[in-house]
């Protein structure tokens, strides 16, 4: 049975296929090859791929004494959608996108760590706010994301995909963000007060102020 390949293997394999700068070719029949994908391709080139790094870094509250999560209980500023005892779903006030949301536990958990009974939870709370986030009016589709490389708390992201925005569907709806105008306040808001009041009915809780 072969063994699981280990990251000096993997990394190995990976620089065979670069050039001698050490930058791989663009995969043209893959991302860039898609009609959402926001870049032209006539001159993209990736960066030069840099070594392994002798470990991971730590990130922000590795230690639980360290994380957000261990101070004073947060105010709401307005940027409060929605919380429970146990989660917490706050708005992303600087974006080019009808409505990003971010939903963490109270509690200080990544996702291996997550208790099966919060592990229950999140699974139904992913489905309602998908499901709240897809009845804004100018949006399209929610799409889910979990990174998780800079912050030890378990944060996961909803992304309201403008309504009728084709080209912006699918994963490269992350760099178009970047460079969309960026929503009023106000705006956003109202578009999360629907996310709170679907919230609400389908699995309880409460609401925040939304600069009310």
């Known amino acids: 049975m072969t063994p699981p390949e280990s990251i000096e293997d993997y990394w190995a394999r990976v620089l065979a296929a670069a ?3 050490g930058r791989l070719p663009v995969a ?3 991302m860039p090859g898609w009609e959402v994908f926001p870049y032209e391709v006539d001159g993209l080139r990736l960066k030069p791929l840099a070594p392994l790094a002798d470990e991971e870094p730590p990130r ?8 957000w ?3 004073p209980a947060l105010a709401d500023d307005g940027t409060l959608v929605w919380s429970n005892a146990r989660w917490r779903l706050e708005l992303t006030p600087d974006t080019g996108l009808p409505l990003g949301l971010t939903l963490s536990p109270m509690e200080h958990h990544d996702l291996p760590t997550l208790p099966r009974e919060l592990a229950a939870e999140m699974g139904q ?12 009016p100018s949006v ?8 998780g ?3 030890a708390h378990l944060h996961l992201g909803f992304l309201g995909r403008p309504a009728r925005a084709l080209q912006l569907r699918g994963s490269p709806l992350l760099d178009w963000e970047k460079n969309l105008p960026r929503m009023p306040l ?3 808001q109202a578009n999360a007060r629907v996310v709170a009041e679907r919230l609400i009915v389908d699995v309880g809780g409460a609401a925040g102020t939304l600069g009310r």
């Open 60 to 67: 922000r509250g590795e230690r639980r004494e360290d994380c």
């Open 186 to 188: 106000e705006g956003l």
């Open 125 to 136: 709370l992913v489905a309602a706010v998908a499901d709240a986030v897809e009845h804004v």
């Open 28 to 30: 043209v029949t893959e």
């Open 19 to 21: 050039d001698g700068s």
């Open 69 to 71: 999560c261990a101070g």
């Open 140 to 147: 399209g589709r929610a799409q889910v994301t979990k990174f």
């Open 149 to 151: 490389d800079g912050g």
